[in-house]
Nanobody
């Protein structure tokens, strides 16, 4: 059974920085791509960033390019999202995601709140 646990969320002022982490267990972490999604109140969950199995390939949604950096440490079974120049519109619950075959796994989410 795959378990994903996010941490690192909090309250930060506009322009500030936060680092989110996702700890994975239950499967061979390095076999799979990973991703971050987020969901703001009243809105659908949206893709934020993804990283391939080796960490050599990444993809970002347009609104976070140049501000967020996704990375992973396969030796520690962790994935991170370094967020800088945060804006109020980045406020959301951030979720860690792993897809194995046709099964998507999600963490419980971590709240990020950016005050203006």
């Amino acid at each position: 059974q795959v378990q994903l646990v996010e941490s690192g969320g909090g309250l930060v002022q506009s322009g500030g920085s936060l680092r989110l982490s996702c700890a994975a267990s239950g499967r061979t972490f390095s076999d799979y791509a990973m991703a971050w999604f987020r969901q703001a109140p009243g809105r659908e969950r949206e893709f934020v960033a993804a990283i391939n199995w080796s960490g050599g390939g990444t993809k970002y949604t347009e609104s976070v390019k140049g501000r967020f950096t996704i990375s992973r440490d396969n030796a520690k079974n962790t994935m991170s999202l370094e967020m800088s120049s945060l804006k109020p519109e980045d406020t959301a619950v951030y979720y860690c995601n792993m897809v194995i075959g046709f099964q998507a796994y999600w963490g419980q989410g971590t709240q990020v709140t950016v005050s203006s």
